[in-house]
């Protein structure tokens, strides 16, 4: 069988521990061919053989079939794999034995247990005589593909790293077209009315198309309300506000310069842009229209008023069971020996500590994050205090690592509490609880000497960023004037760390990196970002 411009988007799941086959297009390719295909999918599954394209090709064993079957070309692959027991799991492919062709890809996906490309040490067997010599002209990219590359042949002239830039010119080479179809609606959607988001405010009364991205923003600023009331706002936001013209990622409250992350007062919000720019505007608490959800008028906006994306209730039992649960946890204990077997050296007593001693507020945040319904519904909270009880140690350790790590500054302001209970803020839709049960559930993440490929693991997808250097540029960028790098980290470890750069007198040397942080940011992966928060225990991490 032949698959010609073919296209796979969206989340495969692999059932039962058989070790079967599993790709984003074909588990196994057997004499068929597969050119122009796209995979953007997050594929997981306990235990099988997974190739982001296809687990495996084979061309019947037929040296005079080579290039006629088992052909691979033209294709890229893109997302994420997680195997929790892996059978030779490669980002683009498991093997190709025997003699299938493999050219002109490009992989981005990130393995986290797994081979970066190809899967299978049949890459190395028998000098390569049935794999290795008939794959040539695959890429993966530089900070955006992950996994290991363990053989002989993983990284050579046959499969190169290449530059984000470079490989998206060549994926615009393949002619794949399939990614881009549109499919067309329903007749089950047609017969109940079922519109595209794209025309969810349009037979609004009121409806202005000029002001289309300005209902999708008030969104942001109002979760809760109906289309009705968001027109109706839409429609009075000031001719030269931005709100018109700029999509909005995000709206989070914030107090004293800091963010607001639970229902405390709040006295601004902080607009985050799709730009890559930010409005800070003054809020102030008004007669809310709805009992349970809070309205504040905003600076320069009239009527337009502000939401946070919690519900105002009667959590205090919730609050108290859920408390009981994380408190149970100790560090030094067989349920996180079971997710890190050396609990010691994460080094993390003191944050575990000052954790386990501000649960009340941490709790209450996360909490107020996770529940939304405006109703009390019994069932849900059984449900969510069962899914601590099942994962207490892991959100545990993951609050403990966040506050050991993550409490870094951007002039003053701190992103701890945003990175932990506002994960949305760069416009990705994030479950706060599902993210800190799916970080800690890797014993690396936790690892202090793998902050950076922790970020890279679990992180990064919420953010936008390819890589923890990105991260924090951006948010260099975002929140402060600053645009040098060495000079944002330098000044920002001032008060934990003397640092002396200088020039090497060394002429052979005259030329290297001195700055401390492009000296650190190295490509090595280190701890860089513990030196970045505000403990002296971090201090010493460098």
Known sequence: MDFLNVAFIGKLTGVGNKGWDLGGIAGELWRGNIKHAYVDADIVADRARVGGLVARTDNGS?????????????????????????????????KNWTWGRVADTVSMMKVKNGEEFYGSRDLEAEGGYYTKNWIERNYVVKDVSEGSHSFNGSRSNRIQEISLEDANKKIESFGITADKFEIKPLVEDTLNSVKPKSDTYKDTQDYDTSRELAYRNIEKLQPFYNKEWIVNQGNKIPADSKLLTTEVLSVTGMKDGQFVTDLSDADHIMIHYADKTKEIKAITQKESKVQQVREYSIEGLGDIVYTPNMVVKDRTQLISDIKAKLASVELDSDEVRKINNNPKMLYMEESFKEVKDNLDALVKALVENEDHQ???????????????????????????????????????????????????????????????????????????????????????????????????????????????????????????????????????????????????????????????????????DL
């Open 374 to 540: 405006l109703n009390t519904d019994e069932a849900a909270k059984r449900a969510l205090i069962k899914k601590v009880e099942d994962n207490k140690a892991k959100i545990m350790l993951a609050l403990a690592y966040l506050n050991q790590y993550y409490g870094i500054k951007f002039d003053g302001l701190n992103i701890k509490n945003m990175m932990t209970f506002k994960p949305d803020f760069y416009g990705k839709n994030v479950n706060v609880l599902d993210r800190l049960i799916s970080f800690a559930s890797n014993g690396n993440n936790l690892k202090g000497d793998q902050s950076h490929d922790a970020f890279n693991r679990a992180l990064a997808s919420a953010t936008g960023k390819a890589n923890l250097h990105e991260f924090l540029k951006y948010n260099m960028e975002l929140f402060t004037s600053e645009t040098d790098m060495n000079t944002w980290f330098k000044n920002n470890i001032a008060d934990n760390a003397y640092v002396v750069e200088k020039q090497s007198s060394n002429p052979d040397f005259a030329n290297k990196k001195h700055k401390l942080y492009e000296v650190i940011n190295n490509g090595h992966h280190g701890r860089y970002i513990s030196t970045t928060s505000e403990s002296e225990e971090s201090a010493y």
């Open 62 to 94: 037929d040296p005079n079939g080579i290039d006629k079957y088992a052909s691979v070309r033209n294709a890229v692959t893109k997302g994420t794999i997680d195997v929790k027991n892996p059978v030779e799991v490669g980002g683009f492919i498991s």
